[in-house]
């Protein structure tokens, strides 16, 4: 196991700083320098590596690496493995564990996810030394309940299954709750400025949240504020409620 092959990443890497993140396959080394940056030890696996190495807080396995994930469980028994999928959806869910990980994170969107789903991971984990406390943030609005660590989505007594990106969108409105979110802040931090995202992506992301919230019967907690964007709450701010379409 080596410092990942990046350029001027080896120069600033310190034995002792940060959790030791362990990358398998090409597409996963790539984001070595951004997991530097953000305070990890990113380490390359060595091609039929097996001897002494340090144990990893984290495996990252890249997509075409997916057939390595039952060695790298035996070897590195309850470290959690993150695979590396292309499609947002429920099938790339079930993929994933299908296939013995633990999660997956999104190449289409390089580290972020990654970063997002490490931070979780590595809050929660239970291995050697001191015990982590849980991440126990719960947002609620009328009867529905977000827990964001465990993304986690409740309506009234059902729970709701939602895809890591219908999840991100649904957490923005509901930390803004009361409040318009525009287009453009969306596509910024759910879509991260995405340019190749189509014009009606949003439109249909909210259409499928409401669908999946709304199928006991629930009233609507998702309003479309006309030209300016999207608000969640029981209605509209008193300014803003003539603008629904």
């Known amino acids: 196991m080596t410092a990942a092959n990046a350029p001027g990443w080896g120069r600033r890497a310190r034995p002792e700083a940060g959790s030791i993140v362990l990358l398998v396959g090409g597409q996963a080394e790539a984001l070595a320098p951004r997991l530097e940056l953000s305070g990890h030890r990113p380490m390359a696996l060595e091609p039929e590596e097996s001897g002494a190495c340090p144990q990893p807080q984290a495996v990252i396995v890249a997509p075409d690496q997916e057939g390595e994930i039952a060695r790298l469980r035996q070897r590195f028994s309850g470290v959690p493995l993150l695979l590396g999928v292309a499609s947002d959806s429920v099938e ?90 525009s287009r453009e802040r969306i596509l910024k931090e759910v879509w991260l400025g995405e340019t190749a995202a189509a014009s009606n992506v949003i439109e249909v992301y909210v259409r499928y949240i409401r669908q999946k919230l709304e199928e006991g019967g629930e009233r609507r907690l998702i309003h479309t504020v006309r030209g300016q964007g999207y608000c969640l709450g029981e209605r509209l701010p008193e300014r803003e409620a003539g603008l629904l379409p």
Do not use: K, N
């Open 92 to 181: 790339g869910r079930i993929r994933c564990l299908a296939s013995g990980a633990d999660d997956y994170w999104l190449t289409s969107v390089g580290a972020s996810d990654l970063l997002t789903r490490l931070r979780l991971h590595l809050g929660l984990s239970r291995g050697p030394g001191p015990v982590a406390e849980p991440i126990t943030e719960r947002l609620q609005w009328a009867d529905l309940v977000v827990t964001p660590a465990s993304q986690l989505v409740q309506r009234g007594m059902r729970t709701v299954a939602l895809t890591t990106r219908e999840f991100d969108l649904l957490l923005l409105l509901l930390r803004e709750r009361g409040r318009v979110v």
